[in-house]
């Protein structure tokens, strides 16, 4: 297959390159907070707005990726897919709102102990925002249009910094004015969305009746919601369980670990965020989609792999200058954390290959095993190991979720399994007519 620099290339770099100016911007933040809160108020600011993004995950019944798989192969129109995800968002909200009104009242306690009720009923507010912004996002990614999705992930930090550094610095609010700047971004976020989405939505063609619609983006969707909420779970777990076991001021610590080796993930994103509508696109060809996913995949696991072995000499360096003394521990938690969030962004690409076959039930089952190996790890070793342990358990859920996802790749696409891994002829064919070009 001769990969040429198409638009599916041009998306990529385009999007990699603006999701690094945001993640500068988050960082400047990150930076920001952990100074002006301290270890304490970092965490507990970080616990706050788990809530929203918690009740997200947990409800969001998959519409999102719905959206992309259905609209990139002209399925579903955009206009009535943003429909239903009004009708939608709205009966979630409601749910959710009850939900965490109740988690408040009657789990407060033990999902977020030492972290004060006002905090949590502010970030609350923020869920309906936050739910309707990731369905309406999902509609300009499921039509390719990387260019105005793009600039949303650039203001939308933006936004943030400046709501929450204003508000911190003039009404001297400190973690309450960081939870209501971050409810301010989003609802702002949500209001560029929909104007940016205004030309899509005078289209007067219907592809099909609402209630067929309905039904074909929920049977889709709830099978990538399992997979996503367990897959939340394995992401933020650690977190929940770090301030179960220690206090906030470990957990704020061991935040800012995860914040850097996250950072890592901005390749693979940029790839995951044009990749999942061009395979699901190519449903008719099969060739082409057997090609292009190990190619992807082995640049996304090289890339990353390069950037964290800069991370791991410059850590301690960084950390110190950046966010000061009192986060020095948060070195070794990231080097810890390293091989995973390499394996993390490498079964990124597998697992949207594995979506776009119209399998994300895979994912689920994946997703399912890996949170128990992630739970009882972290149980065991946080005890034990306190933060350090936490970054053991994750990579060690990471990279099973890799292998995991290797295996299932493979007898899904009938390539063989070190296809997504070796470095090939092809590989430096295309590095070469990169360069010319």
Request: contains cysteine; aromatic residues 14%.
């Given at each position: ?51 929203p ?9 998959g ?18 897919a943003?429909?239903?995800n ?68 650039i ?40 104007y940016?989405l ?27 919601h ?25 957990t ?9 080796a ?9 790839v ?8 699901s ?15 992807i995949a ?14 791991a000499f410059?850590?301690?360096?960084f ?15 990231l ?39 992630n ?21 060690l ?22 296809k ?18």
């Amino acid at each position: 297959m001769d990969f040429k620099l198409t638009n599916l290339s041009r998306n990529i770099i385009f999007t990699f390159f603006r999701q690094l100016i945001s993640i500068v911007i988050s960082l400047g933040l990150s930076v920001f907070l952990a100074r002006t809160l301290g270890p304490e108020g970092n965490g507990l600011y970080a616990l706050a707005i788990l809530l929203p993004t918690l009740l997200t995950s947990f409800l969001n019944l998959g519409i999102a990726p719905a959206n992309v798989y259905f609209i990139s192969r002209n399925e579903i129109s955009l206009k009535d897919a943003f429909y239903l995800n009004l009708l939608l968002s709205g009966m979630i909200s409601l749910l959710g709102l009850f939900s965490g009104i109740l988690i408040i009242f009657f789990l407060g306690d033990y999902l977020f102990p030492k972290v004060p009720n006002l905090l949590l009923w502010v970030s609350l507010i923020v869920f309906p925002v936050s739910l309707i912004q990731s369905f309406s996002l999902s509609l300009l990614q499921g039509i390719q249009d990387f260019d105005r999705f793009n600039k949303i992930l650039i203001i939308t930090p933006i936004i943030n910094f400046i709501f929450i550094l204003v508000i911190i610095w003039l009404l001297k609010l400190n973690v309450l004015g960081a939870v209501i700047g971050y409810g301010l971004s989003q609802i702002s976020s949500l209001f560029l969305t929909i104007y940016f989405l205004r030309p899509y939505l005078a289209d007067k063609d219907s592809v099909m009746a609402l209630k067929e619609q309905t039904k074909k983006s929920l049977s889709y969707g709830w099978k990538a919601h399992l997979s996503n909420i367990l897959a939340f779970l394995n992401y933020r777990l650690d977190i929940f369980l770090v301030n179960f076991f220690l206090d906030p001021v470990a957990t704020g610590i061991y935040v800012i670990a995860v914040q850097i080796a996250e950072r890592l993930w901005i390749f693979s994103g940029a790839v995951s965020t044009v990749l999942l509508p061009r395979l699901s696109e190519l449903h008719e060809d099969e060739i082409k989609r057997r090609a292009l996913t190990p190619i992807i995949a082995r640049w996304v696991l090289l890339v990353t792999f390069l950037f964290s072995i800069f991370i791991a000499f410059t850590s301690e360096f960084f950390i110190k200058i950046l966010f000061g003394e009192e986060y020095f521990k948060a070195s070794l938690v990231l080097l810890l954390l390293l091989p995973g969030i390499v394996c993390g962004s490498f079964s990124r690409i597998l697992a949207n290959d594995l979506a776009a076959r119209g399998k994300p039930e895979l994912n689920m089952y994946t997703a399912l095993i890996i949170v128990t190996v992630n739970a009882i790890a972290n149980i065991i070793l946080i005890p034990r190991l306190g933060i350090n342990g936490a970054a053991v358990a994750t990579t060690l859920s990471y990279s099973s979720n890799t292998m995991t996802k290797l295996y299932l790749y493979s007898k899904c696409s009938q390539n063989k399994w070190w296809k997504p891994i070796v470095i090939g002829r092809e590989d430096f064919a295309l590095i070469k007519r990169v360069l010319q070009r």
